[in-house]
């Protein structure tokens, strides 16, 4: 290969072999959406950066280090590659007026990107599936987000998650939750690191949320929002308790859940696996009752999450639950001009049954075709030469199981290959 050509590091190519798995995925998402009335939106890969600024936060990992910016240079516009759905998702409702009238249950799925340190379970390109309700106050849809991700799991056939929920009540709760915060890292100050300590005290919370393990129990022992949590949103999270306790759904009450955007409020969650080392979320979200309006629509409350797919599919190859690759029903192998007319003609007819055909293009000898129709994976190989097209007949070979070949009338042959 020639030196330089190779894609870029943390981003992945999806390899014929594997494709299968990503399509089973994303029909089986396709379908679970649609049972719970969610519809597809698709909004562009790129967006103005400003957008992912004032959403996601200035002061997050995903501002501050992780965005693939650029300055496009034949206009001078600051764009960023999304490295997450939900505010191009408001975005375009916001800008097509979605929310006149109705809320809307919503869908999207696509790549995102965000300049991480690419190991297992992390890349720089990864796909995400992203639900959001918005219009909708809850908690009953904050139950509903979490309950069909529930049926999903049993869609895919992975067990062994862990969920757990959590509320970051609402404005004025943060507000004196932060000063709290802030009052008990100052006390650490020695042991914060530098990011903790830059964020200190232009984002405490986001502190509660960092990865580094020396930190791990001075975050252990901070101060807990619930003890801030305003009425309203204390009711929120208790009913949202209930209705998935109704619905036997179990869950943990994690009170440091935080998330790593601004954009959050009372309900955040979170579906945890012990089965895929450090990169342990497949699931995350919650709820943003300020975005909306933040980014300049009619305010609206909202709720949503997204998942991780790579983590997903590795998830469900743990789970030993990967699906067989789609073979072809037959390999046509022919020999002589109008066998090979005969063969054009058949495998059309085949097609128009239905049937996955591959036609040996290339010719050949009969000895050299039949081995591309073994390595092909096609459970059976159509022979045609002379004696076929005189009989209008075609020679069908079973090629995964040792049965004896058979002469087939060629009308007959879409029922055989049904069998
Ligand atoms: P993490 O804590 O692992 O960094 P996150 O909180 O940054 O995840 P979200 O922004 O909530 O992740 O995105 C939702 C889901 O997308 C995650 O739960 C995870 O499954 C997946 N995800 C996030 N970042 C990556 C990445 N760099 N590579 C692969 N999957 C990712
Ligand atoms: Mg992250």
Not at 241 to 259: A, K, P
Request: one cysteine or more; aromatic letters at 8%.
């Amino acid at each position: 290969m020639t030196k330089g050509v190779k894609a870029i590091r943390g981003m992945n190519d999806v390899l014929p072999d594997e494709v299968h798995q990503w399509q089973f995925f994303e029909q089986t998402v396709q379908d679970w959406l649609a049972m719970y009335g969610y519809r597809n939106i698709r909004t562009p890969v790129i967006e103005y950066t400003d957008l992912f600024v004032r959403s996601i936060g200035e002061v997050t990992d995903i501002v501050e280090k992780e965005m693939y910016s650029f300055i496009d240079h034949l206009n001078n516009d600051n764009l960023s590659l999304r490295p997450e759905g939900t505010a191009s998702c408001v975005r375009a409702v916001i800008e097509h007026n979605l929310l006149y009238g109705s809320p809307q249950r919503l869908y999207y799925t696509g790549p995102m990107f965000r300049h991480e340190r690419p190991q297992k379970g992390r890349y720089r390109q990864f796909h995400q599936v992203g639900v959001e309700a918005l219009g909708f106050e809850g908690p009953d849809i904050d139950a509903e987000l979490i309950i069909m991700c529930s049926r999903l799991w049993k869609m895919l056939g992975i067990t062994g998650l862990r969920l757990e929920i959590g509320t970051l009540g609402n404005m004025e709760s943060r507000v004196l939750y932060r000063k709290r915060l802030i009052k008990y890292f100052e006390e650490y100050v020695d042991q914060l690191d530098e990011d903790a300590n830059r964020r200190l005290h232009t984002n405490p919370l986001r502190i509660l949320d960092s990865k580094n393990p020396a930190m791990q129990s001075i975050i252990e022992r901070a101060p807990k929002l619930i003890d801030d949590l305003d009425e309203t949103s204390r009711l929120h999270f208790e009913t949202l308790q209930r209705i998935l306790s109704d619905q036997g759904i179990q869950f943990e009450i994690n009170l440091r859940l935080v998330r790593g955007l601004d954009y959050y409020n009372r309900t955040v969650f979170e579906w945890i696996t012990d089965k895929l080392g450090a990169q342990s979320a497949v699931c995350a979200g919650g709820r943003y009752d300020g975005l909306v309006e933040q980014m300049g629509g009619r305010p609206a409350p909202a709720c949503g999450f997204a998942m991780g797919i790579e983590r997903l599919l590795a998830l469900m190859h743990e789970c030993d639950k990967m699906t067989e690759p789609p073979t072809p029903d037959a390999y046509i192998v022919h020999h002589g001009d109008q066998a090979t007319d005969y063969a054009w003609e058949t495998a059309e007819l085949l097609r128009n049954s239905g049937h996955r055909v591959v036609l040996h293009c290339g010719g050949g000898s009969f000895k050299s075709q039949m081995k591309k129709a073994n390595t092909s994976r096609a459970r059976y190989a159509i022979i045609i030469g002379s004696d076929e097209v005189m009989t209008q007949e075609v020679t069908l070979k079973p090629l995964r199981t040792a049965d004896e070949q058979t002469r087939v009338d060629v009308r007959a042959l879409s029922s055989v290959l049904r069998v």
